[in-house]
């Protein structure tokens, strides 16, 4: 099993800022396999970028997505008031075949 | 647009079963495999399995192998999830979600989920 782990847990900044958000995986994952989410509290998960750093239908270009391998990176840019939530990394690859890093939390 | 509209919350006593529905609309329901996925404090988001709605088949992980159970209703583009012999530890939110980049044609399954239902709350209490 591919573990996910996310850093750090909590995130506390300040709108304008930039945000860097960590997810590792304990073997190597393939770059068109690696997901994020944002959730905010109440809803469901928000796909945000697939394929490690292709931002999804209608988010904002303050969000970017890096990495390779074993480690992986989301970006915002600058801090807007909505974007404080819980963030998640999602692979997929052998059994089972999806798993989720244990989220980061954005705080103000 | 594309949505995934789950049924309502539900309180059970353990070693019951429950089951959720997940009715999607705008998009062809056939096209995309249809997952679920589970959020619980303890254990955070865990994938349940995956139904292909086109011919019923499904696949499940190793840790709910023999207790889950996902079917689909083509008539209503409806897919189910039951969970049997529930405990305290199945008390979660239950999410299904819509399988991005595969195909059902080739057999080939996505990488990952768009859109998410809202969610159905389970609660397991004697």
């Known amino acids: 099993e591919i573990v996910l782990t996310q850093s750090p847990g909590t995130l506390s900044l300040s709108p304008g800022e930039r945000a860097t958000l960590s997810c590792r995986a304990s073997?190597?994952?393939?770059?068109?396999?690696l997901a994020w989410y944002q959730q905010k509290p109440g809803q469901a998960p928000r796909l945000l970028i697939y394929?490690?750093?292709t931002r999804a239908t209608g988010i904002p270009d303050r969000f970017s997505g890096s990495g390779s391998g074993t480690d992986f990176t989301l970006t915002i840019s600058r801090l807007e008031p909505e974007d404080f939530a819980v963030y998640y990394c999602?692979?997929?690859?052998?059994?089972?075949?999806?798993?989720f890093g244990q989220g980061t939390k954005l705080e103000i | 647009q594309v949505q995934l509209v789950q049924s309502g919350a539900e309180v059970k006593k353990p070693g019951a079963s429950v089951r959720v529905s997940c009715k999607a609309s705008?998009?062809?329901?056939?096209?995309?495999?249809v997952h679920w996925v589970r959020q619980d404090p303890g254990q955070g988001l865990q994938w349940m399995g995956i139904?292909?709605?086109?011919?019923?088949?499904?696949s499940y992980p190793q840790k709910f192998q023999g207790r889950v159970s996902m079917t689909r209703d083509t008539s209503t583009n409806t897919v189910y999830m039951e969970l049997n012999s529930l405990t305290s530890d199945d008390t979660a939110i239950y999410y299904c979600?819509?399988?991005?980049?595969?195909?059902?044609?080739?057999?080939?399954?996505?990488?990952?989920?768009?859109?998410w239902g809202q969610g159905t709350l389970v609660t397991v209490s004697s």
């Open positions: 979600a819509r399988d991005e980049n595969g195909s059902p044609a080739t057999g080939t399954w996505g990488h990952w989920f768009d859109p």
């Open positions: 705008g998009y062809t329901f056939t096209s995309h495999y």
């Open positions: 139904i292909k709605p086109s011919s019923g088949a499904t």
């Open positions: 073997q190597s994952v393939s770059s068109s396999s």
């Open positions: 394929g490690a750093s």
């Open positions: 999602q692979q997929y690859g052998n059994s089972p075949r999806y798993t």
